[in-house]
């Protein structure tokens, strides 16, 4: 089974701008996760979405939203960019909400705001 | 509300030595409690897990127990290798489930 994909892997933006960030769960995963790894603040949780309503929230400004398609895809979108936004967003599937089943997480994108 | 306490890196070790890693939380009730491993450029990879008290998570040699009197989740392992160094974060997961909370993550060195 393939593994939870991430892209783009890399990314450069500038601050005011915005980005979308996507995720393919692992085939049969309902349930998808994203999380902003800093070095300052560490990981953090930004949303969880199950069959495309969005279950959970983090403590994260609007800046930063997500939807999920029908698929189980997910993508994030985070507008009008600051420097503090660089980061390493992880994404993680599994394959129902709640509970203590697995989280499979993916490479992450490293987003670089300038 | 939740949170994961662990000891800070890095913590540099040769091969074959003794790991361990302190970690302790505070949560609500009694959360699942995980450990994770981040090698460099990678995500995160499950390293081990335990859901109630008393339980005992290992893989890869590598071994936690879940101590409820203590709040405690210590990671250990006998005889480090090379190829263990990586990152370690300690994790539990909140009433529910619906989210991982992370500790800071404790950088494993290992040299040959």
């Known amino acids: 089974k393939a593994g939870v994909t991430q892209t783009p892997r890399y990314l450069i933006k500038t601050r005011g701008q915005q980005v979308t960030l996507s995720c393919s769960p692992i085939?049969?995963?309902?349930?998808v996760s994203w999380y902003q790894q800093t070095p300052g603040q560490g990981l953090q949780f930004l949303f969880e979405?199950?069959?495309?309503?969005?279950?959970n929230k983090g403590n994260f400004p609007g800046r930063f939203s997500g939807r999920q398609f029908s698929n189980s895809r997910s993508e994030m979108n985070v507008s009008t960019l600051e420097l503090g936004d660089s980061a390493l967003y992880l994404c993680?599937?599994?394959?129902?909400?709640?509970?203590?089943?697995?989280?499979?997480f993916g490479p992450g994108t490293r987003l670089t705001v300038l | 509300g939740d949170s994961v306490t662990q000891m800070e890196g890095p913590v540099t070790l040769s091969e074959e030595a003794f790991l361990t890693i302190n970690c302790t939380y505070t949560?609500?009730?009694?959360?699942?409690l995980f450990w994770y491993v981040q090698y460099p450029g990678e995500g995160l990879q499950l390293l081990l897990k335990?859901?109630?008290?008393?339980d005992k998570g290992s893989n890869k040699g590598f071994e936690a127990t879940y101590r409820k009197e203590t709040t405690s989740f210590h990671l250990e392992k006998g005889s480090v290798q090379v190829s263990d160094s990586a990152v370690y974060f300690c994790?539990?997961?909140?009433?529910?489930?619906?989210?991982?909370?992370f500790g800071a993550g404790t950088i494993l060195r290992v040299k040959s």
């Open positions: 993680a599937s599994r394959p129902t909400s709640g509970g203590n089943a697995e989280q499979f």
């Open positions: 085939s049969g995963h309902r349930s």
């Open positions: 979405y199950f069959s495309e309503t969005q279950r």
């Open positions: 949560a609500t009730g009694y959360p699942s």
């Open positions: 335990a859901t109630k008290a008393d």
């Open positions: 994790a539990l997961s909140d009433l529910g489930g619906n989210k991982l909370v």
